[in-house]
């Protein structure tokens, strides 16, 4: 069991920047993939960017170069530095864990954190 609490969000002019944080409990974090994902009203949540317990990252080719996924496994937390942000950035941003295990998924979401840009 892995409890996740989205941090970071709120209100931003385009151009601007946010920091998200994604802090984990409950198990060992370093052996989660962790990912960033995204919901906009009238939309279908939507990947933004992953990356695993080794590092390699993945992005969203929407958020390629603005954003940065990173993790700190002491510290149980990961990151999205969110730059040159967009109103179409807006949306409810989700942290997501998981991990597989013989073929079992095993997948924990956190409840999302508001970012809008607007100006």
């Known amino acids: 069991q892995v409890r996740l609490a989205e941090s970071g969000g709120g209100l931003v002019q385009p151009g601007g920047s946010l920091r998200l944080s994604c802090a984990a409990s409950?198990?060992?974090?370093?052996?989660?993939?962790m990912g960033w994902y995204r919901q906009a009203p009238g939309k279908q949540r939507e990947l933004v960017a992953t990356?695993?317990?080794?590092?390699?990252?993945n992005y969203a080719d929407s958020v390629k170069g603005r954003f940065t996924i990173s993790r700190d496994n002491p510290k149980n937390t990961v990151y999205l530095q969110m730059n040159s942000l967009k109103p179409e950035d807006t949306a409810v941003y989700y942290c997501?864990?998981?991990?597989?295990?013989?073929?079992?998924?095993?997948?924990?979401w956190g409840q999302g954190t508001q970012v809008t840009v607007s100006s």
């Open positions: 997501k864990a998981e991990r597989v295990d013989r073929r079992t998924t095993y997948a924990y």
């Open positions: 409950g198990s060992i974090f370093s052996m989660y993939n």
């Open positions: 990356i695993t317990g080794g590092g390699t990252t």
